[in-house]
């Protein structure tokens, strides 16, 4: 249920700006509909009430995003996405351009992704997307990796699939959410620094990333600052 609502999501925010997009989603839901209540029968029958107990891999961003919709179904403790409630969003400061909607538009949008370089790794990372992650994290994955230029937020580095990692700035054991302005974009050892306690670790990473500098290093330490751990000293 998560691969479907993390499905349903993009769809949703991919297309939020065609205004005439909910005549497409409103027929697709019939169909998908009559699909899962067949698919669905007997024990796990989807339901319209929500379940007293609603099981772990539950995402509450689900709940926040469609918890409005008459369409909200249950199966077996788990919400569903309403593939038919999409909701239009009117561009601010877009060229029209570029756009998704017309071959001219997304032929601009891929020449500027080809041009920065990073491109085959977004499409690699939506594909990463797990389950275990809640879709809002998945989906401002891509978006702080977009908005950061396929970079290392500290070094600049440009970044491969294998060398991802997205931090959060105030750690989710400390009350951190997945939304966009609590992600950062960094280099997999850049992450390991800024999560480092040993001595030696913290040296080996210093020397890995090159990270001992003073503009990387004070905002390694503003980053562990938020994450309640001591600054590293040279």
Not at 104 to 112: A, F, L, P, S, V
Not at 131 to 151: H, I, M, T, W
Request: hydrophobic share 30%; aromatic share 8%.
């Amino acid at each position: 249920m998560n691969r479907y609502n993390q499905a349903v999501v993009g769809i949703h925010e991919y297309y939020s700006m065609a205004t005439m997009v909910n005549e497409d989603m409103h027929r697709m839901f019939i169909s998908i509909d009559k699909t899962m209540k067949c698919r669905c029968a007997g024990k796990n029958s989807l339901v319209r009430e929500k379940p007293t107990k609603i099981k772990g891999g539950t995402d509450a961003y689900i709940f926040r995003k469609y918890g409005k919709s008459k369409q909200v179904r249950y199966i077996n403790g788990f919400i569903i996405a309403p593939i038919a409630y999409c909701k239009h969003k009117s561009p601010m400061c877009h060229r029209p351009s570029i756009n998704q909607y017309t071959p001219e538009g997304r032929r601009k949008i891929h020449d500027m992704l080809c041009k920065e370089g990073y491109a085959d790794v977004l499409f690699e990372l939506g594909n990463r997307m797990s389950p275990l992650q809640s879709v809002e994290y998945c989906d401002n994955r891509l978006a702080r990796f977009v908005a950061s230029k396929g970079k290392c937020e500290i070094t600049g580095k440009l970044l491969s699939v294998n060398e991802v990692h997205c931090h959060h700035f105030l750690p989710r054991h400390l009350g951190g959410t997945d939304q966009y302005s609590n992600l950062r974009i960094v280099h997999v050892d850049v992450h390991r620094l800024i999560h480092a306690t040993t001595p030696e670790s913290i040296q080996f990473y210093l020397r890995k990333t090159g990270c001992y500098k003073k503009p990387c290093l004070d905002k390694i330490n503003r980053w562990r600052a938020s994450a309640n751990l001591p600054a590293i000293t040279l």
